[in-house]
């Protein structure tokens, strides 16, 4: 195979790559969100919310099923401006960066939940999202900066 064909090969991979990242992003986080709003879910997240010091107060502020919905609520919301990156490539980015924050948070519940053992492989999978929100983040401001300047188009 010669060189401009596997340059040409390689942007398809990466492209291909990137919409299923982000698309894989903002599926899990609508996935995950609306189930926040069932009574197991609720129920499930409780002792890691109950925990943390980023988000104990909200059990004591909305209750255990108010608590979890409204960590649905922000899910969903990140997962729309994630989805916007088409359109809005700026919100897609600032909705990238919140997923990042939600997911540092998750990823605390490593070492502030009691016998974390059991929900541990299921928290890990959230370093493997936060790195592909830092990606997102980064891809959708640089998409930005591009069409607001036009001398940008080759970044």
Known sequence: MNEPKIAS???????????????SLV??????????WTLDEAQGVNPLIVNSPFLSWANYLL???GASEFIGVIEIAVA????????????????????VGMFLITLSF???TP??????????KDLSLLGASLWTAGEAFRAFARQTD?????I
């Open 80 to 99: 729309l401006l994630i989805a916007t990156r088409r359109w809005k490539p700026w919100w897609s980015g600032w909705g990238s960066l919140l997923a």
């Open 110 to 112: 490593l070492f502030t």
């Open 9 to 23: 090969a390689s942007r398809s991979l990466e492209n291909i790559g990137a919409h299923i990242l982000r698309y």
């Open 27 to 36: 599926f899990f986080l609508l996935f995950f969100g609306a189930l926040k």
């Open 115 to 124: 016998n974390v053992q059991q929900t541990a492989p299921f928290l890990l």
């Open 63 to 65: 209750g255990i099923q």
């Open 150 to 154: 036009p001398e940008r188009q080759s």
